[in-house]
């Protein structure tokens, strides 16, 4: 089993429409969870970071469910400039600093 | 802030031929961690760093080599290359003290194409 899946997509989308990425984590002791987005040749950009809580930053909105290790992403309103890949990022909870990627999903929004 | 810069931005190698990428970043990070990412395979660890003066390997450190003498530069070398090390890198650096402090910032990536 991967340490980090998600489904590669590609979700193909109009605009306006909502869209949601999931992912599942292997280790139940990673503590901090991140999205990243990333371009086309382009390097990955922190999104937003994933709080026990949830969070939301404008059309985007990150929920962490612990019990079921699952992270999902909601982009709401999507805009054409939300097409890339996103990545779903956890820590490495037995190696301080070390980061495990997602191999990301992408999305397309058309027209 | 110039955040993680890298250089160069492409190369095209020979097999056999060496280079060294430079990484560099202004944040006062103490993590720094090089990847290389090929089509369908994601991010991929080669070497990282917790501090001036130290390496370690990741999960694909075969075929490179890094040095950290410097706390904003670390360095991947690749003494002989060869056409499987073709890729996209990537250079990132971190606070790297756990939590969401081990967010990291990535470099506009080297693209390298090695005949």
């Known amino acids: 089993r991967k340490e980090v899946e998600q489904d590669p997509g590609p979700f193909n989308v109009p605009e306006g429409a909502t869209v949601a990425f999931n992912c599942t984590y292997s280790n139940s002791a990673s503590q901090s969870f991140f999205w990243y987005r990333q371009d086309c040749r382009k390097e990955p950009k922190l999104l937003m970071s994933v709080y026990s809580s949830g969070n939301e930053d404008g059309r985007f909105t990150a929920q962490l469910n612990r019990a079921s290790q699952y992270i999902s992403l909601l982009i709401r309103d999507s805009k054409l400039s939300d097409s890339a890949t996103y990545l779903c990022v956890v820590n490495n909870p037995s190696n301080t600093g070390k980061l495990i990627f997602g191999q990301g999903t992408t999305l397309q929004v058309k027209p | 802030n110039a955040g993680v810069t890298q250089t160069p931005k492409f190369r095209v190698l020979k097999t056999g031929q060496s280079m060294t990428l430079l990484c560099a970043q202004d944040m006062n990070h103490e993590y720094m961690y090089w990847y290389r990412q090929d089509p369908g395979m994601g991010l991929r660890l080669i070497h990282y760093?917790?501090?001036?003066?130290?390496?370690a390997k990741g999960e694909v450190p075969d075929g490179y080599n890094v040095s950290r003498l410097k706390k904003q530069n670390f360095l991947l070398g690749l003494e002989s290359a060869a056409p499987s090390q073709t890729s996209v890198y990537f250079c990132a650096s971190s606070y790297g003290r756990g939590g969401f402090t081990d967010t990291q910032y990535f470099g506009p990536g080297t693209r390298l194409t090695v005949l």
């Open positions: 760093s917790v501090g001036e003066g130290t390496t």
